[in-house]
C-alpha cells in the first residue's frame, strides 16, 4: 500500500512539473564581455539585432507604452579600464551603457522567452539606471518599478516602499526570486566600500522582461550580467528523485521479507 501511495506521489509532482515548466522561462545569461559584442566595444551604438548569450530576445527601445517597441536599441557596450564611474564590470571591463536622453520616456528592454517559475531567480547589475521595469507577461506594463529610492508595486493596490540600500558608483546588484505562485522576494545589494542589502517579499504576477531607463545629463546609465535560474521545474525534479528514491526503498525493504528473493 505504502509504495502506491509513493507512486502515486511521484505521479503527480512529475505531472505538475511538466504543467507549470510548460511556458516557463528557460535558463538565460548575458554579459557586456560576451565575445559578440567584442567588435563593437567604445564604437557607440550596437547593431541592429545584435543578441549575446543565451536565453534572451534582442536589446529593444521602447517609449512611453511598453508595447510600442522597435528592435534598433541605441545600447552600447563601453570598456570600464580607467573610467571614472566604476559600474559592474565583467571580463575584459564591459559594460552595456544605456544612454542618456532628453525624452525620459526611453528605455532599453530584454524580454524572457517566458514567465519566471516558482524556485527561478532573475538577476542583473546596474549603475546610474533612474527606473528599472519588470515588466509583465502580456507585455503591457510594469508589475514592479524601481527607482533610486523606492520600489512600487503597481496592480489592483498601488505600493510604494522606500529603499535604503544606498546608490553608489560602484553599482548595485538586483535579484527576483519566485518563492511560490503567489510571492516573491527582490533582494537589492550595494556594490559600494560600505555595502547594504535589503529584501522586499512581494506579491508576484507572471513577468517575461525588464526595461532599464537612464537619466537626462551626459553620463550614461549601465547594466551587465543578466541571468535567469535555474531550469524550469529543477527543484520539482529533485523532490521526484526524492519520491523516486524513497519508493525504490519501500520496494526493496519489501522484497527482504520474501524469502528467496534476490535484491
Known amino acids: 500500500m505504502r509504495s502506491i501511495l509513493l507512486s502515486t506521489a511521484v505521479s503527480i509532482v512529475i505531472a505538475v512539473s511538466v504543467a507549470s515548466t510548460v511556458d516557463a522561462a528557460a535558463p538565460a545569461f548575458d554579459s557586456a564581455a560576451d565575445p559578440a559584442y567584442a567588435p563593437y566595444l567604445n564604437t557607440g551604438t550596437l547593431p541592429e539585432g545584435i543578441n549575446g548569450g543565451y536565453g534572451w530576445g534582442p536589446w529593444e527601445e521602447m517609449y512611453t507604452s511598453f508595447s510600442n517597441v522597435t528592435p534598433n536599441a541605441m545600447v552600447n557596450v563601453t570598456a570600464t579600464s580607467g573610467f571614472a564611474w566604476q559600474s559592474p564590470i565583467t571580463s575584459p571591463g564591459a559594460v552595456w551603457g544605456i544612454p542618456a536622453a532628453g525624452d525620459l520616456s526611453m528605455c532599453l528592454a530584454r524580454y524572457f522567452d517566458g514567465a519566471l517559475a516558482v524556485g527561478q531567480t532573475f538577476s542583473f547589475d546596474y549603475s546610474n539606471v533612474i527606473g528599472v521595469y519588470i515588466i509583465s507577461s502580456d507585455h503591457t506594463h510594469a508589475n514592479y518599478e524601481l527607482y533610486y529610492n523606492l520600489l512600487a508595486i503597481t496592480g489592483s493596490q498601488y505600493t510604494s516602499l522606500p529603499v535604503n540600500v544606498p546608490s553608489t558608483i560602484e553599482g ?23 555595502g547594504g542589502r535589503e529584501s522586499f517579499v512581494m506579491p508576484y504576477t507572471d513577468v ?9 545629463g551626459d553620463i550614461d546609465g549601465f547594466v551587465n550580467n543578466l541571468s535567469i535560474t535555474p531550469e524550469p521545474g529543477s527543484a520539482a525534479l529533485i523532490a521526484v528523485a526524492g519520491l523516486g528514491l524513497l519508493l525504490r526503498r519501500s520496494r526493496k525493504g519489501r522484497s527482504l521479507n520474501i524469502p528467496g528473493s534476490h535484491l
Open 208 to 216: 517575461e522582461g525588464v526595461a532599464f531607463q537612464a537619466g537626462k
Open 172 to 194: 548595485d546588484h538586483a535579484s527576483l526570486t519566485v518563492t511560490d505562485s503567489g510571492h516573491a522576494t527582490l533582494t537589492i545589494t550595494s556594490y559600494g566600500p560600505n
